[in-house]
């Protein structure tokens, strides 16, 4: 993915993830607005298209925002730049 075009979406300025737009690879950047600037994260792994990625060192237990809101709790540390997901995701029930 070509550094600058972006790929991601920020829904909110507090959301701990972005949504990806296409398929991210490890090596590739994350380009997503945040307020009116274009911020960047390095992808730790592949990403599905329309899957979320991390933006900063999330801990185990700790809340994951998204829509400004948390969507669940981490199960197991989830370094910056990797997939959220299921596997290591806990939505509340």
Do not use: C, W
């Amino acid at each position: 993915m070509t550094s600058g075009t972006i790929n991601a979406i920020l829904i909110h300025s507090r959301d701990d993830v972005v949504t990806v737009i296409a398929e991210l690879r490890e090596g590739d950047q994350a380009v997503f607005y945040k307020n009116e600037e274009i911020m960047q994260v390095p992808v730790a792994e592949t990403i599905p298209q329309y899957h979320k990625l991390a933006l900063r060192d999330i801990t185990k237990t700790e809340p994951i925002r998204k829509y400004g809101e948390i969507i669940g709790e981490a199960t197991q540390d989830i370094p910056r730049g990797s997939h959220v997901h299921e596997q290591n995701l806990d939505s509340p029930k």
